[in-house]
């Protein structure tokens, strides 16, 4: 959903923990905690439950 009153997500630029690939990320990376680009984070996400 678009919030018209947010203003535009920052991104910042990040190593995976995994992979070393370069990626961007919706926050700030945090020293001594882990960051995975979209593909190794697929791997490392819990399952998705249905919703209904």
């Keep these: 959903m ?3 009153d947010r203003p535009p997500r ?3 630029k990040a190593i995976c923990t995994d ?3 370069e990626c961007e ?3 700030k ?3 001594g ?3 995975y680009c ?3 984070y697929r791997k490392h996400a819990p399952p998705r439950r249905d919703r209904y």
Excluded: I
Aim: aromatic share 14%; hydrophobic share 15%; charged share 30%.
């Design 19 to 21: 992979c070393g690939q």
């Design 29 to 31: 990376p945090t020293e």
């Design 33 to 35: 905690k882990p960051v």
């Design 38 to 40: 979209r593909e190794c």
């Design 10 to 12: 920052e991104y910042h």
């Design 25 to 27: 990320v919706p926050f």
């Design 2 to 4: 678009y919030n018209r």
